[in-house]
């Protein structure tokens, strides 16, 4: 992928001695980056390929400045930014039906400590019970 190449660019100013690959494979938004000899590999979920490519961009910017801070000329760039703010907005974007507590139990709960400790200004997050503390 000729982005990849642009990506790095963007980050070190020069372009990459090592061979750039990206796969998918992993469930969910997954991402972790392999760094061989002769290549770097960024290994990605499979819903990553849903999002649109500027975002994976800015993800790949994001790992490659996870390796080499320090000799990176620039620390942020516009898909950096743009991946940031997927990030942020992820939770949102969870269907209802995902986030619908398993219990009314559960769900009282969490709203009588969310009223009486945060005011009422967490949203709901995705609950359940669980049957051994080795699933948690």
Partial sequence: MHWLSDAWEEIFGVKPKK???LRFSEK????????MFDRIVFLL?????KVDEDIVKGLVQHLLLNFGRKTAKRKVTKWIEL????????SDAQSLK?????SKELE???????KEYFFGVLDMPKLR???SIAQI
């Fill in 98 to 102: 995902e986030r619908k507590p398993t």
């Fill in 45 to 49: 979920g499979n819903e990553w390929q």
């Fill in 129 to 131: 019970w669980v049957k």
């Fill in 83 to 90: 991946y940031n703010s997927f990030i942020k907005h992820l």
């Fill in 19 to 21: 061979k750039l690959e």
């Fill in 28 to 35: 969910g938004f997954k991402a972790y980056a392999v760094f």
């Fill in 108 to 114: 009282e709960s969490f709203n009588r400590v969310n």
